[in-house]
Structure formats: C-alpha cells, structure tokens
C-alpha cells in the first residue's frame, strides 16, 4: 500500500492505495469520480483520459502513486461551475454523443488536441487525432462536428480575450 | 411543428449528465457492503471437467466464497433458455441443448463461466480465481459451422444429434425450383457473413443485492430490457418470483442487441449475494466481453437467382448454415429464421422464393441478435447477388433493382411479409443524385491518372422493424409477445411523468417521448420527465431492440396521451361550461375554440386532483396507462451508395464518399435519427472492411482484445452524406416505421460492392483488410 496525494479538479486529496492500483480505479472508486470509464484492458478505448499536469493520458496506463503529487483534471472538472466548457457545448449541441459511455474521454481527449494546436484543426487532423478513442455509437460524425465547432468557438474567443 | 415538437431538432436533454461525468452506469453503483466477482473461465473450446478444487482459492486474503456449478444445481437454479420455439421441416421441435449458469460437467467454448469467486476487492477476486485449480479432459473442437455438420465433428450436446438444431424451410420449394429450371439467367453465388463482436463501449456488468430481512432482490444490470429480465430470471431460472425481484437498468452505454439476452453473469450475482450475505458487483473486463457476449451474424450461404429474359427476378433459392454457437442464446432462433429468410425478398417483386435454414452448435461463443440480427444478413445476400447478376447480365446496377422494384402497396411477399408502404425509386433516386452517380466515370479517370483504383456499389436494403404484433410473433414460435406500455401520469401542478417500457442505451428517449407529449399538450419538454429501466417503477414492459422503441414504444405514449387529453378535454369543457367536442388544446391551455375563453394546462392539472369541481361521476386525478399491440411490422428501406479508392500497393481501401436515403416513415427529431443512420453505417463498414473475429482450429478466440479486433476509428470513416424522403407507416399512430439498425443493414454490401467493382472481381470475403484485398488485386493480375 502506498499514500497518494495529488491535486484533482483544483482540491487537493490523499488516500492510501496498492502499489498495482491504477490511476484510473483511483480515481473512480477512493474518490468516487465515476465520469472517467472503463472500456478496454489494453489502453485503446481512450474512454479513461484525464489532464495530467496539462497533458493528455489515459489514466488506466498510469499507476495511481505515478501521478502522486501531479494535478489532475477530469471530466467532472471541466466546466467552469455552472458553465459548460465549449467543448461540453459543442457535444450536446451537435449531438456527438449518443449512449455517453466513450463522451467523458472524447471530450477531455478534444480539449486537449485544440491546445495542440494552436493553428486551428481541420476534418482530417480531428479523424486522425482521435486515432486512440473509440466510439460505437456515433460513428465519429458528429463528434467531428462537435471538435471543429468547438474549436472555432475556443479560437475566436481566445481572439477576444487577445483584443482585451 | 413547434420548436420542441415532433420533427425538431431538439438538442437531448439527457446530455447535461454525459457531458459532466454524471452518468450513472452500473459499474458507478455503490451498495454499502458491496463486494466484488471474478469469474473462472474455461480456457478449454471443449472439454470435460474431471475435478475443480476451490481450497487454495478460499485461503486468499479478502475472499468471500468460491461457488461452482453444483451448488448453483443444488439451490434450484434453472438452466439458460432460448425462448423462441423453431420447428425443423419434419416437424421436430429444436434441439436445445443444456446451458448451466455454471459448467459443472462439460465446457463448450472458450469463456464458459465454471467457478465464481467473491472477495472484498475486484483484485483480491482475480487473484483468488487464479487458485482456483480445475482438471479438465480437453476434447476435439469444431468452429466451423458447416465443419459442424460433417460426421467426424465432436458431438457438442447430447441433445443435438450431429450438432444440428433444426433444419427449417420457408417459401415454396417447388415453384422456386420450377422458376430456377425456366429461367434465362441464373445467378450463383456462396455468400459468407462473417461473425462479429458487438462491442458496446460499456462492457456487460451485474450489481445483485439480496436483503435477507425483505427476502427481496435487487439486480442492476446493462440490460436493454429490465422487465424480460425479471420475467425471465423469476420463471426460468428460479432466482426469485417476480414480486421478489428488482431490476434497474440505469444509463446503459450502448447495447447493439448484446444486452438483451439474460447472461450467466447477472443470475450468479443475484445467487451468490444470498449465498455469501454481502452484495456482489462483477464487471466484465474487455477480453471477458469477447469471450462471452453473443457474437452477430455467422451465415455461410448459396444462392441462386433466376431472371427471365427481360431481367425480371423469377425466382429465388437460399440454402443457409447459421452458427449459434456452444449454446442457444434467449433469441438466437429467431434471428437466422424470422428475421432473416422473412426479408429475402427485399425491394423486389419475386414470385417463388425457397430458404432452407440449418442452425449448427459450435464450440464458439453464442451467436444471437446484433444490430440488423438476421436483416444485414438477408440484405447482404440479395444485394451482392443482385449487383453479380446486374454485372452478368450487363446492365446497370441501379437499373435492374429499378426494373424489379415493388411499386404497389401493400404488396404480400412469399415469405410472410406484407409490406405496408414504401417507395424505393425514391430513394434510389436521392441517393444517386447526392452520390453523383452520372459523374463517377470521370471520377474513376482521375483517381486512375493518380494510380488509384476507384469503385462505386449501391444497396437497396429493406428491414422489418417495429417487433412486432404479438399474436403474429407468437404463432412464428415466439415465448414473448411484443407490445410495448406506456403510462402518462399528469401532476397537480401540470408537470408530466411518462413511464415507458422501452429502454434507452443511447437512443436518447428523454428527449424524444417528450417531444411527443410537447407536440400534444404544449408542455415544455424541461417540464417532462421520462422514467425508465426500472421494474418497480415502471409496469411491464418489453424494452429496446429491433428499432421498436419509436413505432412501438411511443406508439403506446401516443395511445396514453389520447385517454389523457380525452379526460383533460372533459374537465376544461366542465371548467369553461363548454361542450367537450369544442375543446382544443393550444398553447398550454385547454380553449373553447373560436372564442377567448380558456383554462390553463396546470389549472385543468390542479382541478383533477383537487376534485372540488368535477363532472358527475368522474374520478380525480390524471394518469392514464395504455398497452399498444402493433398491427404489422414496419419497413423502413432505402438506397445506399458507397465510393472507394483502393491503393493498389498497399491494399488500403479509403471510403471516399457514402450517401444513405432512407424511408423512415414519420420523424419525432432528425437530429438524432442522423446520429442513429452514421452509427449504423459505421457499424457496417466495420463489418464490410475491419471487424474479423478469429478462433482458431482449437477454439482459442484469437481476436480478443482491442489490440486484435480492428474497431471502426475516426480515421477509418467519411463524414457521411445523409437525407430521407418518407413515406408515413400506415401501422401504427405516429407513423414512425424506426431507423435504428438500418445504417448497419445497407451498407456493407454497398462496401463490398464498391470494392469488387474497383478490383473488377466478382466477391472478396469480409472484412475486406488492406491485406485482403491486396491478395485480391493481385490474384486478378496473375
């Protein structure tokens, strides 16, 4: 057993886990933040990424005491109290997702590819950046929808914030 | 159309909870003194088992209790079931064989559950299971289907001589053969549907809590129909009576048709919690969901097509070997009989067709209903075949199905169907016009100039859906009927509850049956909720599958919403001292039509149950309840075209361009109905270029694992070109005909279609890989 502490979702928390205890299972069952899933043993679903100190991972290729002292975010982080982030926005507006099971990975896996790139995204980047999240349900379409909105969105409000 | 009503594009209100990661899946439930499963499975395809020891494993730290097959036997635990009753051609009954919660003699694939281990931690209850010490005589293995069949095959149940389960017929083998013998063209092709692995992101999992003090049950489960749950684990497999018995299905993520049947899994946890006293979660790892859900499709087909000397379709011979598996999974009959040879006359006006069906065991996983179950099938047959014969005869494509197509309705096939409604030249029409058919010569030209091979292929598909008149299903051998119920409960202060049978796993009902109710009433759809998947609160019910949620499911709204307005009509026309007949509903107020006197929606709520002021002799409150029982099926059907560019060096095939036009029938919100077709189609490609499930020769499943199992990735797929152009379905009161399984229905063999007219051969077998069709290319070079 070891003790883990770490930041998530800007709190800081501590709890004692074992040593083979993945991040994931960290995350879901001591701290009880569901939102991040479970849907492969092989890290392929990407239905398990978080932000770890900014960077996208999926948190079932992590060990829960690797991330010690790191800051977290997950899906249940992300918007900004009662305000949606965009990329949360774009998903419900464009219907990018139907059964919400792959939805929390998606969406931390897209913020997380705008903020790589800065010179905005394009239909194939999105296909081919989503290379590592699977869904059943959608069959991608909507999801590329929703990315490239959302990417307008965050690009032209960061264009404001820039003129202010 | 109001902007909530049917035909928006209402955005779901079931987002808000998915977007935050507030889902509630049953791996998210927490019971106090919930502990964790892990199962021992058979390694072996076939095998008998000698000896299990459970001592080792009872000493590991944290462990509960280690439970086999014997025990399970001895508390009276019944046998798993398929309900639905096919009988061969001489008359014989199925054979069906026994299938054990757990295996205490025999193993029969790869997965089957032999021991069950509880313990404080799902790790402790993995790493118990790996003491569990079994002794097995392995026996030979047979996965092939028609291998199956051959006498030297293994006898897999006693049950079923030769492995064969039933050998059954439909149509008229006599005229058919007479329009073979006739004929002035015959198309012969062997046509395999290669098996898949349904993959709903949210693997299967059980919650099951048994409270000694109620002697009551509760089981949370990924299931698409809690109702026949309960019905099935309370009077087949003797967990518990009905009234004894809860069954929560939360938010499911996903289902495919994987989550109707009644697994192993969820019985063992309800027995184990009662037999260990604490609460018993078990949640299927990726591998575990391989191994164990039943597989889709598996058909290895001949058939032969006659034409007559105008190009008319005159008959129609199929001969089908259908691989259920090591055992017969709740529906799995169905599927490769009802559901399949019912189909095979697809858009076309043929007057003789003959389907023999023999279903075989294999020591495979389980094969039942995956979504289309038996339809992509029928349609994959008919439409390669159809695209051969266009391509024999010389003709167009497009011009031949055009030639054969029904054009008056309803129209009776002869294999049972009677299409209600349609019109497929429509279709056809729109989706050669958004697929730019006429430009695709030149489009080949260019992609030739640039070293690439481009091919183009169409699917006409059509599909039964709406499952289905119960008094029809139940004289095709069904142990179910298929209505569906809704009850629509007004409150005083004007909100509405709906309760419905049907369950959502991502179909978003939420949002969709209270766009109904907004379109009726006025009510906003925030001021709606939509409860359901849970047994003790909503009436009986027959859940999701077979797109029947929309025709049937809200169908039964609709009927519950007509006794609700009929009342609220009666105490507003009491209110404004009015005559019922001239109430109208507007707005969110019940009005006397033509003039401006009028009562509010929460007030006319509010008088029935404050029953102060009623009409004589009526009861207070509003809450009416309605079972619908739908007359016909529905057939939604339309015209898909796919377009492909193949690298001929690399054997890479790029999806370049698909467009779907379906008929759906009536729509309650397009927005998600698209989200329904790209899902499907996706799920088709998969099927069509990337989705081979491999067991080798001994019955190891080889393609277990993500690593292993190409899913269909962003990458893999176009954005899709979709539109619809309906014909209302006169069968039931909204109109919907369903659009669920379609996508996954017409598009592999435009895929393959498109593929064999690129290469310029005449099949290639699913999933057509770049390696496929590499081989493929260069065996039409040498």
């Given at each position: 057993?070891?003790?883990?502490?770490?930041?998530?979702?800007?709190?800081?928390?501590?709890?004692?886990?074992?040593?083979?205890?993945?991040?994931?299972?960290?995350?879901?069952?001591?701290?009880g933040l569901t939102g991040t899933h479970v849907g492969c043993d092989t890290s392929q679903c990407g239905a398990c990424v978080i932000h770890v100190d900014g960077k996208a991972v999926k948190s079932c290729?992590?060990?829960?005491?690797?991330?010690?002292?790191?800051?977290?975010?997950?899906?249940?982080?992300?918007?900004?109290?009662?305000?949606?982030?965009?990329?949360?926005?774009?998903?419900?507006?464009?219907?990018?997702?139907?059964?919400?099971?792959?939805?929390?990975?998606?969406?931390?896996?897209?913020?997380?590819?705008?903020?790589?790139?800065?010179?905005?995204?394009?239909?194939?980047?999105?296909?081919?950046?989503?290379?590592?999240?699977?869904?059943?349900?959608?069959?991608?379409?909507?999801?590329?929808?929703?990315?490239?909105?959302?990417?307008?969105?965050?690009?032209?409000?960061?264009?404001?914030?820039?003129?202010? | 159309?109001?902007?909530?009503?049917?035909?928006?594009?209402?955005?779901?209100?079931?987002?808000?909870?998915?977007?935050?990661?507030?889902?509630?899946?049953?791996?998210?439930?927490?019971?106090?003194?919930?502990?964790?499963?892990?199962?021992?499975?058979?390694?072996?395809?076939?095998?008998?088992?000698?000896?299990?020891?459970?001592?080792?494993?009872?000493?590991?730290?944290?462990?509960?209790?280690?439970?086999?097959?014997?025990?399970?036997?001895?508390?009276?635990?019944?046998?798993?079931?398929?309900?639905?009753?096919?009988?061969?051609?001489?008359?014989?009954?199925?054979?069906?064989?026994?299938?054990?919660?757990?295996?205490?003699?025999?193993?029969?694939?790869?997965?089957?559950?032999?021991?069950?281990?509880?313990?404080?931690?799902?790790?402790?209850?993995?790493?118990?299971?790996?003491?569990?010490?079994?002794?097995?005589?392995?026996?030979?293995?047979?996965?092939?289907?028609?291998?199956?069949?051959?006498?030297?095959?293994?006898?897999?149940?006693?049950?079923?001589?030769?492995?064969?389960?039933?050998?059954?017929?439909?149509?008229?083998?006599?005229?058919?053969?007479?329009?073979?013998?006739?004929?002035?063209?015959?198309?012969?092709?062997?046509?395999?549907?290669?098996?898949?692995?349904?993959?709903?992101?949210?693997?299967?999992?059980?919650?099951?809590?048994?409270?000694?003090?109620?002697?009551?049950?509760?089981?949370?489960?990924?299931?698409?129909?809690?109702?026949?749950?309960?019905?099935?684990?309370?009077?087949?497999?003797?967990?518990?009576?009905?009234?004894?018995?809860?069954?929560?299905?939360?938010?499911?993520?996903?289902?495919?048709?994987?989550?109707?049947?009644?697994?192993?899994?969820?019985?063992?946890?309800?027995?184990?919690?009662?037999?260990?006293?604490?609460?018993?979660?078990?949640?299927?790892?990726?591998?575990?969901?391989?191994?164990?859900?039943?597989?889709?499709?598996?058909?290895?087909?001949?058939?032969?097509?006659?034409?007559?000397?105008?190009?008319?379709?005159?008959?129609?011979?199929?001969?089908?070997?259908?691989?259920?598996?090591?055992?017969?999974?709740?529906?799995?009959?169905?599927?490769?009989?009802?559901?399949?040879?019912?189909?095979?006359?697809?858009?076309?006006?043929?007057?003789?067709?003959?389907?023999?069906?023999?279903?075989?065991?294999?020591?495979?996983?389980?094969?039942?209903?995956?979504?289309?179950?038996?339809?992509?099938?029928?349609?994959?047959?008919?439409?390669?075949?159809?695209?051969?014969?266009?391509?024999?005869?010389?003709?167009?494509?497009?011009?031949?199905?055009?030639?054969?197509?029904?054009?008056?309705?309803?129209?009776?096939?002869?294999?049972?169907?009677?299409?209600?409604?349609?019109?497929?030249?429509?279709?056809?029409?729109?989706?050669?016009?958004?697929?730019?058919?006429?430009?695709?010569?030149?489009?080949?030209?260019?992609?030739?100039?640039?070293?690439?091979?481009?091919?183009?292929?169409?699917?006409?598909?059509?599909?039964?859906?709406?499952?289905?008149?119960?008094?029809?299903?139940?004289?095709?051998?069904?142990?179910?009927?298929?209505?569906?119920?809704?009850?629509?409960?007004?409150?005083?202060?004007?909100?509405?509850?709906?309760?419905?049978?049907?369950?959502?796993?991502?179909?978003?009902?939420?949002?969709?049956?209270?766009?109904?109710?907004?379109?009726?009433?006025?009510?906003?759809?925030?001021?709606?909720?939509?409860?359901?998947?849970?047994?003790?609160?909503?009436?009986?019910?027959?859940?999701?599958?077979?797109?029947?949620?929309?025709?049937?499911?809200?169908?039964?709204?609709?009927?519950?919403?007509?006794?609700?307005?009929?009342?609220?009509?009666?105490?507003?026309?009491?209110?404004?001292?009015?005559?019922?007949?001239?109430?109208?509903?507007?707005?969110?107020?019940?009005?006397?039509?033509?003039?401006?006197?009028?009562?509010?929606?929460?007030?006319?709520?509010?008088?029935?149950?404050?029953?102060?002021?009623?009409?004589?002799?009526?009861?207070?409150?509003?809450?009416?309840?309605?079972?619908?029982?739908?007359?016909?099926?529905?057939?939604?059907?339309?015209?898909?075209?796919?377009?492909?560019?193949?690298?001929?060096?690399?054997?890479?095939?790029?999806?370049?361009?698909?467009?779907?036009?379906?008929?759906?029938?009536?729509?309650?919100?397009?927005?998600?109905?698209?989200?329904?077709?790209?899902?499907?189609?996706?799920?088709?490609?998969?099927?069509?270029?990337?989705?081979?499930?491999?067991?080798?020769?001994?019955?190891?499943?080889?393609?277990?694992?993500?690593?292993?199992?190409?899913?269909?990735?962003?990458?893999?797929?176009?954005?899709?070109?979709?539109?619809?152009?309906?014909?209302p379905c006169p069968g039931n009161p909204l109109g919907i005909k369903g659009c669920g399984e379609a996508g996954a229905i017409g598009s592999p063999p435009a895929v393959i279609n498109a593929i064999t007219?690129?290469?310029?051969?005449?099949?290639?077998?699913?999933?057509?890989?770049?390696?496929?069709?590499?081989a493929a290319i260069r065996g039409t070079k040498h």
């Amino acid at each position: 057993m070891s003790e883990i502490s770490l930041t998530v979702n800007g709190k800081r928390v501590s709890g004692a886990a074992e040593d083979r205890t993945l991040l994931v299972h960290f995350l879901r069952e001591n701290l009880g933040l569901t939102g991040t899933h479970v849907g492969c043993d092989t890290s392929q679903c990407g239905a398990c990424v978080i932000h770890v100190d900014g960077k996208a991972v999926k948190s079932c290729t992590m060990l829960a005491v690797q991330a010690s002292g790191s800051s977290v975010v997950t899906i249940e982080g992300l918007a900004d109290g009662a305000d949606l982030h965009p990329m949360q926005a774009a998903f419900k507006e464009h219907h990018g997702l139907q059964c919400g099971f792959c939805t929390p990975g998606m969406i931390m896996a897209a913020t997380d590819m705008i903020g790589r790139h800065p010179e905005g995204l394009d239909e194939a980047t999105v296909r081919a950046e989503l290379e590592g999240n699977i869904c059943r349900c959608t069959g991608y379409h909507n999801i590329v929808k929703a990315i490239l909105a959302a990417s307008e969105t965050m690009s032209s409000k960061g264009k404001v914030r820039q003129a202010a | 159309m109001g902007i909530e009503g049917v035909g928006a594009r209402v955005a779901r209100k079931e987002d808000k909870r998915f977007i935050t990661g507030a889902g509630r899946y049953v791996d998210d439930m927490v019971v106090p003194g919930m502990k964790h499963a892990a199962f021992v499975r058979s390694p072996h395809a076939h095998a008998q088992i000698r000896n299990i020891d459970v001592t080792k494993a009872q000493a590991m730290p944290g462990v509960i209790g280690v439970l086999t097959g014997k025990e399970l036997k001895a508390d009276g635990i019944g046998n798993l079931i398929c309900g639905w009753m096919i009988h061969s051609k001489d008359g014989s009954p199925m054979k069906m064989g026994a299938w054990s919660p757990l295996a205490f003699d025999r193993v029969r694939y790869v997965g089957d559950a032999v021991v069950v281990v509880v313990a404080e931690t799902k790790g402790q209850a993995r790493d118990a299971a790996e003491a569990v010490d079994i002794s097995y005589e392995e026996l030979k293995a047979v996965v092939d289907a028609p291998k199956a069949l051959e006498r030297s095959a293994p006898q897999i149940h006693t049950e079923a001589d030769g492995n064969l389960i039933f050998d059954w017929e439909l149509g008229d083998s006599t005229a058919t053969n007479a329009a073979i013998k006739a004929a002035a063209h015959i198309t012969r092709m062997k046509i395999v549907n290669n098996r898949l692995v349904p993959n709903a992101m949210e693997p299967r999992a059980a919650l099951g809590h048994y409270d000694k003090a109620e002697d009551h049950y509760t089981c949370w489960t990924t299931s698409q129909n809690p109702h026949l749950a309960r019905l099935v684990m309370s009077a087949f497999y003797n967990v518990a009576p009905e009234n004894k018995l809860r069954v929560i299905a939360p938010d499911v993520g996903g289902g495919f048709g994987s989550k109707i049947y009644i697994y192993p899994e969820e019985i063992i946890c309800l027995w184990a919690s009662k037999k260990t006293g604490v609460p018993v979660k078990w949640v299927a790892d990726r591998t575990e969901s391989f191994l164990t859900d039943a597989h889709g499709r598996d058909h290895v087909s001949t058939v032969e097509m006659a034409f007559d000397k105008d190009n008319r379709i005159t008959g129609l011979k199929v001969d089908t070997i259908a691989n259920l598996g090591a055992y017969m999974s709740l529906f799995s009959s169905c599927v490769p009989t009802y559901l399949y040879a019912t189909l095979l006359s697809g858009q076309y006006d043929i007057p003789a067709i003959h389907a023999n069906v023999r279903a075989v065991y294999t020591n495979t996983a389980p094969v039942d209903a995956y979504r289309g179950a038996g339809r992509p099938e029928a349609t994959y047959l008919l439409e390669r075949t159809m695209e051969t014969a266009a391509r024999e005869l010389g003709v167009s494509p497009a011009e031949l199905r055009r030639k054969n197509f029904i054009t008056a309705f309803p129209h009776q096939t002869p294999v049972i169907m009677n299409y209600d409604a349609g019109d497929y030249a429509a279709s056809l029409d729109a989706a050669m016009t958004a697929a730019d058919y006429a430009g695709f010569a030149q489009r080949k030209a260019d992609a030739a100039n640039r070293g690439k091979l481009r091919g183009i292929g169409m699917s006409c598909y059509i599909e039964a859906c709406g499952l289905a008149p119960s008094a029809a299903v139940g004289s095709l051998g069904a142990g179910v009927g298929l209505w569906e119920s809704a009850e629509v409960r007004v409150n005083a202060a004007g909100t509405i509850e709906v309760l419905t049978g049907s369950h959502s796993h991502g179909q978003g009902h939420e949002t969709t049956f209270a766009q109904l109710v907004n379109q009726r009433f006025g009510v906003s759809i925030d001021s709606v909720s939509i409860v359901h998947g849970d047994t003790d609160k909503v009436q009986m019910g027959m859940g999701t599958y077979g797109s029947r949620s929309g025709a049937v499911g809200m169908s039964a709204v609709a009927k519950a919403l007509d006794k609700v307005e009929a009342k609220a009509k009666k105490i507003a026309a009491h209110l404004l001292e009015a005559d019922e007949g001239d109430i109208v509903i507007e707005n969110g107020a019940l009005k006397v039509a033509g003039t401006d006197r009028q009562v509010p929606w929460f007030q006319m709520a509010l008088a029935a149950y404050t029953a102060h002021n009623l009409p004589s002799g009526m009861e207070p409150g509003l809450k009416e309840t309605s079972f619908y029982d739908p007359s016909n099926f529905t057939f939604p059907a339309g015209c898909y075209v796919c377009e492909v560019e193949i690298d001929p060096d690399t054997g890479v095939t790029e999806i370049v361009q698909f467009v779907a036009a379906d008929d759906f029938g009536n729509i309650i919100n397009p927005m998600i109905v698209e989200g329904q077709v790209h899902g499907g189609i996706a799920q088709g490609i998969g099927q069509a270029l990337l989705e081979g499930t491999r067991y080798d020769a001994s019955g190891q499943l080889l393609t277990a694992s993500y690593m292993d199992y190409t899913m269909p990735r962003a990458d893999d797929l176009p954005s899709f070109k979709v539109s619809t152009s309906n014909t209302p379905c006169p069968g039931n009161p909204l109109g919907i005909k369903g659009c669920g399984e379609a996508g996954a229905i017409g598009s592999p063999p435009a895929v393959i279609n498109a593929i064999t007219d690129a290469i310029g051969i005449t099949d290639i077998a699913m999933p057509a890989s770049p390696s496929t069709v590499w081989a493929a290319i260069r065996g039409t070079k040498h």
